[in-house]
Antibody
Framework: QVQLVQSGTEVKKPGASVMLSCKASGYPFSHYGITWVRQAPGQGLEWMGWISIYKGDTKYSKKFQGRVTMTADTSTGTAYMDMRSLRSDDTATYFC?????????????WGQGTLVIVSS | DIVMTQSPLALPVTPGEPASISCRSSQSLLHSSGFHYLDWYVQKPGQSPQLLFYLGSTRASGVPDRFSASDSATDFTLTISRVEAEDVGVYYCMQALQSPLTFGGGTRVEIK
């Protein structure tokens, strides 16, 4: 079945960087995009950006432009998100999701999420 | 940015009763294709979000038919005809017309 499995919990100090991974299985990886959405504790969902696996194109929310880089390794079916200059308000669960782009855009399925804790 | 506004914030429902969630966008989500670029997701307790509807009113695979969605330019409604205990969770709408994609604040459905 289509599945996205994300890497484990990260604890980082302010100013550090973190790289999260999202391994896809059960579908042709290059045929879909991958998006990243985060959720601060007790809060709603926030879209960060996405990557077109086939083209390698990326689009980022302006809020994260310059601080986030999304990449993908087609040989392993894994997407990555690198986030730099971490702050305490980056503490959140980060979800990856497959982007279905067929006359619209929707996210299905989602990974289980990776908790990133930023604390001194 | 397109602002998505959901109401109510919380919705206590008796099992077997209907429930409706409203989502309004600050501008039309109608694409030139004729579809509304509006999706619905539910996040059940302790789980990742999951897709319910896309393109405004197209039910995702595996979603029970007690769920329905209606769409217009800026007003969208998710309806559960008869709420069941397993429907508890936070429901989010999301616009996919314009970057940045934006979510509504969420509506928490709970059982009375």
């Amino acid at each position: 079945q289509v599945q996205l499995v994300q890497s484990g919990t990260e604890v980082k100090k302010p100013g550090a960087s973190v790289m999260l991974s999202c391994k896809a299985s059960g579908y042709p990886f290059s045929h879909y995009g991958i998006t990243w959405v985060r959720q601060a504790p007790g809060q709603g969902l926030e879209w960060m950006g996405w990557i077109s696996i086939y083209k390698g194109d990326t689009k980022y929310s302006k809020k994260f432009q310059g601080r986030v880089t999304m990449t993908a390794d087609t040989s392993t079916g894994t997407a990555y998100m690198d986030m730099r200059s971490l702050r305490s308000d980056d503490t959140a669960t980060y979800f990856c999701a497959r982007v279905v782009a067929t006359g619209g855009y929707w996210f299905d399925p989602w990974g289980q999420g990776t908790l990133v804790i930023v604390s001194s | 940015d397109i602002v998505m506004t959901q109401s109510p914030l919380a919705l206590p429902v008796t099992p077997g009763e209907p429930a409706s969630i409203s989502c309004r966008s600050s501008q039309s989500l109608l694409h030139s294709s004729g579809f509304h670029y509006l999706d619905w997701y539910v996040q059940k307790p302790g789980q990742s979000p999951q897709l319910l509807f896309y393109l405004g009113s197209t039910r995702a695979s595996g979603v029970p038919d007690r769920f329905s969605a209606s769409d217009s330019a800026t007003d969208f409604t998710l309806t559960i005809s008869r709420v069941e205990a397993e429907d508890v969770g936070v429901y989010y709408c999301m616009q996919a017309l314009q970057s940045p994609l934006t979510f509504g604040g969420g509506t928490r459905v709970e059982i009375k």
